[in-house]
């Protein structure tokens, strides 16, 4: 625990960036985690994910812009990907940090960035996933979506069952037809807001996958957890849920062995697969939530 929340700390930290990425370390992180940097970087690993009977959601790696010309950069970078995507042919969606819009600065910078994604995005007929941040950027998230959802249906949600509040804004989307991702979340969050035990948030993680299984409009169920996963798979075969009405969802890099052994029993399996050069936040959130992977990195620097 102590662990997991020092390394989130450290994630937020640009001094401790700076450090990081000035060490040899880095270049391992990045290799555990990420795709590449390019767009060409990232049609390699759509493809090789292809080959092996999955799906992706590409990710333009960037989180917490403070100026706008940022903010409009990163937004112009997720037209060219959904362009590219297109014009590549290329199994995937993609997936947006509103933060990366410029969330920070204003709620209308973000809508109004996002809108132009999802107006590009509905011209390549693709379908767009807002990712949840902290607590602090889930009501502005929200806002931001009822603003698009009117006009844009190519758009999607997540949910974090670690957050109490979860249960009512999961029966909120399902009121209203919105397709959503359940994780777990991968946050410093205090108690008064998400569960603090793990296995508070793992019962609600069950309780609101079954409950969006039933009665939402194809979820994805993003974990890596073999028991809940086992726990899913015999729901869905109870209720009679067919595979092709949800889809699992994993992290590019993480246990690809649960990958291919879904998609070897015939489930959907979409990869979240991030690229770029903003890389810090994400891979030190991979590294709170198994804190054995800085272990793997050193290990690996040493072999090399
Ligand atoms: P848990 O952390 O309990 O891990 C279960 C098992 O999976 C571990 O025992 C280990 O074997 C393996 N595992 C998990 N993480 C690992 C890691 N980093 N390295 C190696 N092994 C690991 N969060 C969020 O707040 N907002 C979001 O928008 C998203 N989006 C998202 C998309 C997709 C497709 C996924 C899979 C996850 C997210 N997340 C997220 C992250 C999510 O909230 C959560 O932090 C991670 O998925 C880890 O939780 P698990 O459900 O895997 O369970």
Redesign the pocket.
């Known amino acids: 625990m102590l662990a997991r929340f020092i390394l989130l700390r450290l994630s937020e930290s640009r001094r401790m960036e700076a450090i990081v990425r000035r060490t040899p370390f880095s270049q391992a992180l990045v290799r555990r985690f990420i795709a590449g940097e390019t767009l060409e970087d990232a049609a390699v690993a759509v493809r090789a994910l292809q080959d092996r009977g999955m799906m992706a959601?590409l990710d333009y790696l960037g989180e917490n812009v403070t100026n706008p010309q940022e903010a409009g950069e990163s937004a112009q970078r997720c037209v060219e990907l959904v362009q590219f995507i297109r014009d590549e042919k290329l199994p995937a969606y993609v997936?947006v940090k509103l933060t990366q819009l410029g969330l920070d600065i204003s709620t209308d910078m973000a809508a109004q960035h996002m809108a132009r994604i999802l107006d590009a995005a509905a011209e390549a007929g693709l379908f767009v996933r807002i990712?949840?941040?902290s607590s602090a950027h889930v009501d502005r998230t929200l806002e931001v979506f009822r603003r698009l959802w009117p006009q844009h249906r190519n758009v999607g949600l997540?949910f974090?069952s670690y957050l109490y509040r979860s249960d009512q804004d999961v029966e909120q989307a399902i009121r209203d037809g919105v397709q959503v991702?359940l994780?777990?979340?991968?946050?410093n969050e205090p108690p008064t807001v998400a569960y603090p035990r793990?296995r508070d948030v793992?019962a609600s993680?069950l309780r609101l996958a079954k409950r969006l299984l039933n009665a939402g409009n194809y979820p994805?169920i993003?974990?890596?957890?073999?028991t809940?996963i086992a726990a899913i798979k015999e729901f869905c075969r109870d209720e009679q849920i067919a595979p092709d009405r949800y889809e699992f969802?994993?992290?590019y890099g993480?246990?690809r062995d649960l990958q291919e052994l879904l998609v070897r029993e015939g489930y959907r399996m979409?990869v979240?697969t991030p690229f770029g050069t903003q890389w810090y936040g994400y891979t030190m959130?991979?590294?709170a939530?198994?804190p054995a992977?800085v272990w793997f990195v050193v290990k690996n620097l040493f072999r090399q």
């Open positions: 959601t997936s990712d949840m941040e997540v974090q991702r994780v777990k979340g991968a946050y793990k793992d993680f994805a993003a974990t890596h957890d073999g809940l969802q994993m992290l993480i246990r979409r979240y959130r991979r590294l939530e198994r992977n």
